[in-house]
């Protein structure tokens, strides 16, 4: 598989240890760059992560990826900000996303590098849900989408009230 990947040094570390012995990685230096070689001819797959582009660089290139029609897989962090993007991009169709230190382990790597093409339920799932759950407050967005990734998923609502960072019983509470 041939990867693009525009991704911080740290990132794009971890992806090149977890990707299988006839796996390629070639790190894009910008998001222009990234543009010009996503393409099918050139790219089996896109590893991208939101957070390290601007506003505009961010536009230009997920419009751009969903031109190209080579998959894209968002590996990004909890953060408010990445998490809007990676809301947003689950509405125009990206369908796989990694979260660093949630599930962002060797085997979870491969096995969504692997399954780029065709989308696991859950992914199904986000991409329908996420101009929903992209209205909720960021501590709320934060709890909710780790739930379509393979990490750990809350069972029961205090487990949904801490990873939201709030009491339990406060959101019924008026």
Not at 19 to 43: F, K, M, N, Y
Not at 110 to 129: E, M, N
Request: glycine share 6%; aromatic share 4%; net charge neutral.
């Amino acid at each position: 598989m041939r990867i693009l990947a525009l991704l911080p040094d740290a990132s794009l570390r971890i992806l090149q240890r977890c990707i299988g012995p006839r796996d390629i990685v070639v790190g894009a230096d910008s998001a222009e760059a990234l543009v010009h070689a996503a393409s099918p001819r050139t790219a089996d797959a896109v590893v991208i992560d939101p957070q390290v582009l601007g506003e505009s660089e961010w536009s230009d290139v997920r419009a751009a990826l969903r031109l190209s029609r080579v998959p894209v897989l968002l590996y990004s962090s909890l953060e408010p900000g990445a998490l809007r993007r990676v809301l947003a991009a689950a509405a125009y169709g990206t369908r796989e996303v990694l979260f660093r230190g949630v599930d962002d382990d060797p085997a979870a790597m491969r096995q969504r590098l692997a399954s780029l093409g065709r989308s696991a339920p859950p992914a199904l799932l986000l991409t329908c849900l996420a101009t929903h759950i992209e209205q909720l407050p960021s501590d709320l967005q934060r709890a909710t989408v780790p739930m379509f990734c393979s990490g750990p998923v809350p069972r029961w609502a205090n487990d949904v009230a801490r990873a939201a960072h709030c009491a339990a019983g406060a959101a019924t509470a008026s």
